[in-house]
């Protein structure tokens, strides 16, 4: 069964992948429908043509014989008026002997009609091993109606092959009404049908293997061009943007590969507009941050010097000092957000990884926001029913994932508790963090990785945060091959889980709930 | 006497405003614009430790790094306002003993020098013996078979810090709090540069350590102790 069911899987998958057989098989199928109706056609011809002349002959031969015996029966009268009957009828045999010279003929018979009263009765006679269950009541009967024609039947002859039988009427003098009956083999006919039929069915084998050899070949040539045409597209979709078909001829596969070359052309331009400008514009963002860093390093020093200084300042110029040191923070906080960005945008940033346990990782991530958790009022757990084993992580980047996720959760709980989560499997290791606190749309949720988008305008600058966070989290997420999934509801707080996969997972599934159920990992 | 620390920066408002809070914290300041300048202060200043930008004219900061590790053990903490992660690696390689990337907080720049200033440390024992070298705790001087080998003041006490609890496997995390003086911050690379550049000095064969030895996963710790 399952071997049968593989044989179906494989012709349906071999019918819609390949195109050539599919034409093949259309056109065998086809040109085999063609040839056995011609066949057909031809071969009931034949027969019938066959057939139709030799009953003809069979019929004329008849007809002469049933004459000459007539004539011999009618002659056979004396002067007196008698007529010996046994005598004659064995003349009539004679004659029927000598005039019959068509092939097959097997027998024939002299039989009294049934249902006469006559002066004398002829004995009625046959030939040797004449075969006298071939003839019917109905042909006898034909006879008895209709006395002036030859009537024939077809039947089968002992030896199982076709024949002919005919029967004629013959008077005989004072003897009253007796049937001729002649019965001839068609095997010969037979023979020269079954000849003609499997010429014909051989030719028309040949012809439709013919037939579909052309078509594979013809097919094949005609679409060479598409399948170079395809392979090329394939390296073209694969990134290798100088791929194009070489041109041969004018026709319409030659039309074919020009358009796809143009069309290779102009993507290819586009794409490499687009990665200049994407490139100029990215570069610029770092060099930007860069050059910004050496000044910022000496306002830096030189705002928190007058900082620590501002007791000795009057009233106004000591606010000043607190203002300036406090934007300096926030403009440096800014900068090393942008360039650990444009670094990721550039593709410069590469993975450190060392092994390490995910569950001390979110530890540490936690005592490390202790003091904002008390100040915030928020009381932190960790909740790690795996992850306990190291694994292979870029530490420093999923420490300021985790982190990130900390600072969101601890600036918008409304000092409820927190929760983060740790559980790892074969295929993933996954951190989530868990607020009960303001939370948000569905709408707002979708754009939390949106570079400066801040979930609540008029609260954004409580503690300070960039509107970076999120999307270098995301960046980081995604140079471990991972993804961060989000969970909100107003009201109810937030879910952020970040699912990093490990070894050659793809797409695995998270350990965690989103968000994590207490119950669900309690037992 | 003051502490004297070397700066070394083109960025003359850089050198300026760092010489300013660094004799605002007490310590005697000096400010080298080039490369060249910077070797020749160091000759004649004698710094305690030195405050190193990697981006400089004439001869760039790991060169100048290097030139005075050829003689010298001298704290050099690498300013570098560079975000290609190669050139840190390429600084500590070059014996750089910490880094802070510019713009730096204040608190930060005085935690790192202080932690770079407080080696040598004072010591009970007198001596500790780990596979086949000994380190002289008074003397600060570590020798195979009575031949010393040169550690700057920061290897030493990398070495120093493990052999000292020799049972303990000792984490990146916190080998960068006890020997740097770091809290929270998880650079390995720094602890991973300088373990080979001390493995490089003190290893008989440095691919099959027996003085510092790895634990996979977990971090370090000294070889077999031999009470000296």
């Known amino acids: 069964m399952r071997f049968f069911a593989r044989i179906v899987r494989q012709t349906r998958e071999a019918w819609v992948g390949s195109l050539r057989l599919r034409m093949t098989a259309i056109s065998v199928g086809l040109s085999l429908v063609a040839v056995v109706a011609i066949g057909g056609f031809l071969s009931y011809t034949i027969e019938r043509n066959l057939f139709e002349s030799r009953r ?5 031969e008849t007809q ?24 004659a009828n064995s003349s009539a045999q004679a004659t029927i002997r000598a005039t019959t010279n068509s092939p097959g003929l097997i027998g024939f018979a002299i039989l009294r009609a049934p249902g006469q009263d006559t002066d004398q009765v002829m004995t009625s006679t046959s030939s040797v091993g004449f075969p006298l269950t071939v003839v019917t009541d109905a042909l006898r009967g034909a006879v008895h109606d209709d006395r002036a024609n030859v009537h024939y039947q077809s039947v089968e002859v002992p030896g199982e092959s076709p024949g002919i039988v005919t029967g004629t009427n013959i008077d005989v003098p004072t003897a009253g009404r007796y049937d001729l009956v002649l019965v001839y083999n068609l095997a010969d006919v037979a023979g020269n049908l079954a000849f003609v039929q499997s010429a014909l069915a051989t030719g028309g084998l040949f012809f439709v293997a013919i037939t579909g050899l052309i078509v594979w070949l013809v097919t094949t040539r ?51 507009r687009l990665a200049t400008l994407s490139t100029l514009q990215q570069q610029f963002v770092s060099d930007v941050s860069h050059e910004l860093r050496t000044p910022l390093t000496t306002i830096k020093l030189a705002g928190s010097m ?3 200084q501002r007791k000795t300042f009057d009233k106004d110029s000591a606010r000043a000092a607190e ?69 292979d992580l870029d530490s420093r980047r999923v420490r300021r994932i985790v982190n990130n996720f900390l600072s969101n959760a601890l600036d918008h709980g409304e000092g409820g508790p927190i929760e983060v989560w740790v559980d790892s499997t074969s295929s993933a290791v996954s951190f989530a963090v868990r607020d009960h606190g303001v939370g948000m749309t569905a709408a707002d949720a979708e754009r939390v990785f949106d570079r400066f988008w801040r979930a609540d305008p008029s609260r954004q600058r409580q503690s300070g945060g960039t509107g970076l966070g999120l999307a270098i989290a995301l960046g980081y997420a995604k140079l471990h091959g991972g993804v961060i999934d989000v969970w909100s509801e107003p009201k109810s707080g937030a879910c952020f889980r970040l699912t990093i996969p490990q070894g050659d997972a793809v797409d695995p599934v998270s350990p965690l709930g989103l968000p994590p159920i207490a119950e669900e990992t309690d037992a | 006497m003051l502490a004297r620390i070397l700066i070394v920066d083109d960025d003359p408002s850089i050198g300026e405003v760092l010489e300013l809070f660094l004799r605002a914290e007490g310590y005697d300041t000096r400010v080298a614009t080039s490369g060249p300048q910077a070797l020749e202060f160091f000759d004649e200043y004698q710094p305690h430790l030195v405050l190193l930008d990697l981006n400089l004219p004439g001869i760039d900061g790991i060169a100048v790094c290097r030139s005075i590790r050829e003689y010298s053990g001298t704290p050099i903490i690498m300013l570098t306002a560079r975000t290609d992660p190669q050139d840190i690696i390429h600084g500590l390689e070059a014996g750089a003993d910490d880094y802070v990337e510019k713009p730096f907080n ?19 024992s007198s001596s500790l013996g780990v596979g086949d070298i000994v380190i002289d705790l008074r003397g600060h001087v570590v020798s195979r078979d009575g031949v010393p080998i040169s550690l700057t003041p920061l290897e030493f006490e990398l070495l120093h810090t493990l052999a000292s609890r020799p049972t303990e496997v000792f984490s990146r995390e916190a080998l960068l709090e006890q020997v740097w003086g770091y809290q929270y911050k998880a650079d390995t690379r720094l602890v991973n540069v300088h373990v080979q550049r001390l493995r490089s000095k003190v290893e008989r064969d440095v691919d099959d350590p027996k003085i510092v030895l790895t634990v996979r996963g977990v971090g370090y710790r000294a070889g077999e102790i031999t009470t000296a």
């Open chain 1, 306 to 308: 007058l900082f620590k």
């Open chain 1, 56 to 60: 003809n002959e069979v019929i004329s």
């Open chain 1, 64 to 87: 002469s014989v049933s004459g000459s015996v007539q004539a011999q029966f009618d002659g056979a009268i004396n002067a007196q008026g008698f007529i010996d009957v046994e005598g």
């Open chain 1, 222 to 272: 005609s679409i060479q061009p598409i399948m170079t045409t395809a392979a090329t597209a394939e390296r073209f979709a694969d990134g290798n943007l100088d791929e194009r078909i070489n041109v041969e001829g004018t026709d319409v596969s030659a039309k074919l590969a020009v358009s796809f070359n143009r069309m290779a052309e102009s993507i290819s331009g586009q794409i490499n």
């Open chain 2, 106 to 124: 204040e608190q930060i720049l005085s935690a790192r020098i202080r932690a770079c200033m407080r080696r040598p440390l004072p010591t009970s």
């Open chain 1, 323 to 391: 203002l300036l040191n406090r934007q300096i923070e926030t403009f440096d906080e800014l900068l090393a957000e942008l360039i650990e960005l444009s670094r990721y945008d550039a593709g410069a940033a590469e993975l450190e990884l060392e092994p390490i346990a995910p569950a001390a990782l979110a530890q540490s991530c936690i005592d490390q926001m202790a003091t904002l958790a008390r100040a915030q009022g928020s009381t932190v757990t960790l909740f790690a029913p795996g992850g306990h084993k190291p694994v």
